[in-house]
């Protein structure tokens, strides 16, 4: 009991804590392979406690949504990472079907931060959340085969037992399939979070751009909080990806714990590297991938199915 | 069946005449404020009068309330109430009270306005009664009758502003449709009387096979073309977006849902399902919801966006039918459970978010007298009151946990995937299902980001829009009850669970007491429910604390900053048509998606040029009318034998009557038997 209220309690901190390192190793990976010294690990934190001093300008034209798209972005991708295993076994939260709970949590964050883009009235914001919102349902397919594929796998319809068990017996039955779900993951990974190939989260007055555009007009503690709920969203979907990829050794939680962190910061440098040899695709260019994505996914269901 | 309690008939047979009678006040005093009041009231009244029926046949106390003799030669009337009946009298008795609430409001002004108002009470209240019975209805006449009450009251809803050549367009297209479909249920109705000796309703004991399928592919195409199932969907985006927003709402939560309930009464009484037929229903509605929501996505036309997204909707709650016919094939009593569960839990949240949706638009058609998205925005600041139900509609409609349409999915997903995992052959179906579920909540989060974004968020983008002023109260009352309950019966299904088992367990057989899991048990409502609850609570204190935080900070009033562009205009705004380049022009098949016409400049001193888009109905407009008026310009050959003159038509059976004799005395010459 003790036991697990202590896990709870750690999770909860390192979920709410930790994020804001991720985009700090994968800047900071960048910079190595341009040849800078680049930005401090900790660049994140430190903007985030300059953000929350500042005062917060409203556009005469926004209503009650504008503050509700950071909020519903941090919250939702706080409570989506309640369901979703870190160091142990199991997640705070879980119950058969969360994984479709954890789904609709960030669709929840996605709406609201759209509406909050549109509400400023900006072409611009309009611009970013039509591509928000136009890309994503094309990410959802991937997401629900790869959850579909674990599931057979493991027997299991919660997030925690799926991601535990299909390291346990699926990638010695049926690695293949369990390849190309990680792979759609990944692909989905950098598509929501609005990495390179998809979205490029160093240009602000690009066009071709997605995610940054929608938050032109939050400032200060706003944007402190968008800035905030897109750390944790990439910390809770990458959580996904490595837990998919890596088992939790046995031996108490220290060990499982120094894994996990092994792989989340693995996965950002491999975020890092991924941005540091690719351009931006071309527009016209991202409903491929994600199609492509989707069409992993769903083969790696088929072969489960057999 | 047993004789339903006393009061259970008294509150039925008066929820039926309230409603015909809610009609009559301004029939009689056609311009009196008083009488259309009276009316309300009468509606109001019945709709409680039938929600307590309903209830009282959620909580089981069912039987037969009418069995009397029907003076045609057809039998009996029989009406009775079972748990089944009682689920989708819910809706009309929500549903209908508001509309007429709504109405006081919203019939006023404009030209025709008290003869427009006598229409539209007249045949509400008729379409409510009829609605009513045809859910109640035991025996096949007085089923068909109703059905065919209700469609008429329907027609003349849909033409109520005939005015307009567009609209009496679509109410002959619907009038059209609807009678083909109730040809295919009157051959039903005869199939079923020949399969099981006589016109009542009842259980049907085993027989031959072909004859159940042709009963259930008859049931499919005549409720289907009622429900708006695809490809018989066409009908419906033009017929509710050119009624009145009141009686679309009418039509679109309710009417629709008819359909619904027929095709699950009249598959509860055949004895076994082929497995063929019930992957038919599952995978047409996997259909209907993506062509739905893919449709919905491109419109240019507030009303027809919901319209769209009403036959997304009864796609989804067809997929819990197609899941629980899966099981009762398959002999799986949990899959049953949770698709019936799914589909009539989002046939109730439906019902609420989308009458929220439709007379939120209705004020905004009111307001602004237009219902172009392009020409609105900016309304939520003008329209607090309609402009924040219509977003909690939209968060509903757009499958957003907490609200009710995602509590409503869960148990189609809950279904789906314990159908996916069952140990002995799963339902080779069920992950394109949960692809499609998940597909169709993406692109609804599009399709109604768009919806709310562009009309209420923003700049307004004309001066009607920019004038708009908030509707009177009892305009805005009925559409904020709608969404709080849409918003609140997501937390509420574990309260609803015993009435949704009770359901599936009387439309999938009743007596064979099998050893199903609750409804708790099997979707795991549990930890859903406190998920959810802590959702809204976690979303509700972080407002509060960012509020008090940061609330002496805030530096209001300046322009968007919008990259710093110095002069920025409403018409710069991203449209609702640009909104949807991708999702509706580029990513879309073509048959599906937006027809642009984009004027070139051209030459050294280019002309004028415009630019027009349109969302022609695929099935409809694209398909079907191009065939049917190439079909009637050929028959129309045929109108030279139609010309008016006495004398040639007497030639034609003169000369019948002459080859006939010629054929006989020539047959006795021949002798030919």
Redesign the interface.
């Known amino acids: 009991m003790l036991d697990t209220l202590v896990q709870t309690l750690l999770h909860a901190l390192v979920l709410a804590l930790v994020p804001p390192l991720l985009p700090g190793i994968v800047n900071k990976t960048k910079a190595v392979f341009a040849g800078r010294t680049g930005p401090p690990v900790l660049q994140l934190y430190y903007d985030l406690a300059k953000l929350a001093e500042?005062?917060?300008?409203?556009?005469?034209?926004?209503?009650w949504?504008f503050?509700?798209g950071p909020?519903?972005g941090?919250?939702?991708a706080?409570?989506a990472g309640l369901l979703v295993p870190l160091g142990t076994h199991r997640a705070p939260?879980s119950?058969?079907?969360?994984f479709?709970?954890f789904?609709?949590?960030l669709?929840?964050g996605?709406?609201f931060t759209?509406?909050a883009a549109?509400?400023?009235?900006?072409?611009?914001?309009?611009?970013g959340?039509?591509?928000e919102?136009?890309?994503?349902?094309?990410?959802?397919?991937a997401?629900?085969?790869g959850f579909?594929a674990a599931?057979?796998v493991s027997?299991s319809?919660s997030l925690s037992g799926l991601l535990t068990g299909a390291w346990t017996s699926g990638w010695f039955a049926s690695g293949g399939a369990l390849l190309l779900v990680l792979a759609a993951w990944f692909v989905v990974l950098l598509a929501e979070t609005c990495r390179i190939p998809f979205d490029d989260p160093n240009t602000h007055?690009e066009l071709t751009m997605i995610h940054e555009v929608m938050v032109?007009?939050h400032g200060?503690?706003?944007l402190g909080?968008v800035l905030y709920g897109s750390s944790v969203k990439l910390f809770v979907l990458g959580a996904l990806v490595v837990r998919l990829a890596l088992p939790v050794p046995s031996g108490g939680p220290l060990p499982a714990w120094l894994l996990f962190g092994a792989g989340m910061a693995a996965l950002a440098i491999g975020i890092g590297v991924v941005e540091s040899v690719m351009a931006r695709l071309r527009l016209?260019r991202v409903?491929q991938l994600l199609v492509t994505a989707c069409l992993l996914s769903?083969l790696g269901?088929v072969l489960v199915?057999r | 069946m047993s004789p339903a309690p006393p009061v259970e008939a008294a509150l039925l047979l008066a929820a039926i005449a309230l409603s015909l009678a809610s009609g009559l006040p301004t029939l009689v005093r056609r311009d009196s404020e008083g009488a259309a009041r009276l009316g309300a009231l009468l509606a109001v009244g019945a709709g409680l009068a039938a929600l307590a029926a309903a209830i009282l046949g959620l909580a089981g106390r069912t039987g037969t309330v009418v069995d009397a003799a029907w003076p045609l030669p057809f039998g009996r009337l029989v009406l009775a109430v079972d748990p089944l009946s009682a689920a989708f009298l819910v809706p009309v008795s929500v549903v209908f009270p508001l509309a007429s609430v709504y109405g006081l409001g919203y019939e006023r002004g404009g030209a025709n306005a008290a003869a427009r108002r006598r229409t539209i009470r007249l045949f509400s209240g008729a379409l409510a009664a009829s609605i009513v019975v045809v859910t109640v209805a035991r025996d096949g006449v007085v089923f068909l009758l109703a059905w065919e009450a209700m469609a008429l009251s329907a027609f003349f809803l849909v033409t109520v502003e005939h005015e307009e050549a567009g609209i009496r367009r679509a109410g002959w297209t619907y009038l059209a449709t609807t009678h083909v479909g109730t040809l295919a249920l009157v051959a039903m109705v005869l199939l079923l009387r020949q399969r099981g000796g006589g016109l009542a309703w009842l259980p049907l004991p085993e027989g031959p096979a072909g004859t159940d399928a042709a009963i259930l592919l008859l049931a499919l195409v005549g409720f289907g073309a009622k429900a708006g199932l695809a490809p018989l969907h066409f009908w419906l985006p033009g017929a509710h977006a050119g009624a009145p927003s009141h009686v679309s709402a009418l039509l679109s939560a309710v009417m629709l849902k008819t359909g619904l309930y027929g095709i699950l009464r009249v598959s509860g009484l055949l004895p076994h399902v082929p497995v063929p037929l019930a992957a038919l229903v599952l995978l047409a509605g996997a259909v209907t919801a993506l062509l739905g929501v893919a449709l919905a996505a491109g419109q240019a036309d507030v009303k027809r966006v919901l319209a769209y997204s009403s036959v997304e909707n009864v796609g989804i709650v067809a997929m819990g039918i197609g899941l629980a016919l899966s099981g009762r094939a398959a002999g799986r009593p949990e899959w049953v459970l949770l698709g019936v569960a799914a589909a009539v839990f989002h046939t109730w949240v439906h019902a609420l978010f989308k009458a929220a949706l439709f007379l939120g638009a209705g004020s905004v058609v009111h307001a602004t007298g237009t219902r172009a998205v392009d020409r609105l925005g900016g309304l939520l600041r003008r329209m607090p009151a309609t402009g924040t139900a219509f977003v909690a509609g939209a968060a509903a409609a757009a499958v957003l946990p907490p609200f009710g349409g995602f509590a409503a999915e869960w148990l189609l997903y809950a279904g789906l995937l314990r159908a996916f995992l069952d140990p002995a052959h799963g339902l080779l179906l069920a992950p394109v299902g949960v692809a499609t579920l998940a597909l169709a909540g993406a692109l609804a989060v599009t399709a109604f980001v768009r919806l709310a974004g562009t009309v209420l968020l923003g700049e307004p983008r004309s001066a009607a829009a920019e004038r708009a002023h908030e509707s009177p109260r009892t305009m805005t009352a009925p559409a904020i009850l709608a969404a709080a309950a849409a918003a609140a019966a997501g937390l509420a299904l574990p309260f609803l669970a015993p009435a949704l088992e009770r359901v599936a367990s009387s439309w999938g057989g009743g007596s064979e007491a099998r050893l199903v899991p609750t409804l708790a048990e099997a979707a795991a409502l549990g930890p859903l429910t406190a998920l959810l609850s802590s959702l809204a609570a976690c979303v509700l204190v972080a407002a509060l604390l960012v509020a008090l935080a940061f609330r002496r900070r805030v530096i209001a009033g300046r322009p968007t900053w919008d990259c710093g562009y110095a002069a920025p205009s409403a018409t710069m705004q991203y449209t609702a048509r640009s909104f949807s380049t991708w999702v509706a022009e580029r990513l879309a098949p073509p048959l599906l998606g937006v027809r642009t016409s984009p004027g070139r400049p051209s030459g050294l001193f280019p002309a004028r040029v415009g630019f027009d888009s349109s969302t022609p109905e695929p099935v409809g407009e694209r398909l079907l009318e191009p065939a049917l008026s190439r079909a009637a310009d050929r028959l129309g050959r045929l109108r030279r034998f139609q010309h008016g003159r006495l004398s040639s038509y007497l030639v034609v059976p003169v000369a019948t009557l002459v080859v006939l004799l010629l054929w006989n005395a020539l047959r006795a010459f021949w002798r030919l038997p």
């Open positions: 500042k005062g917060i300008v409203l556009s005469r034209t926004t209503t949504v503050w509700a909020l519903a941090v919250v939702t706080l409570l939260i119950f058969p079907g969360d479709v709970l789904a609709y949590l669709a929840l996605r709406f759209a509406a549109l509400d400023t009235g900006s072409a611009f914001e309009g611009m959340a039509a591509r919102v136009s890309f994503s349902p094309l990410a959802e397919p997401l629900f085969f579909l599931a057979r027997g319809l007055l032109l007009d200060g503690p706003l909080l016209v409903p769903a269901t199915m």
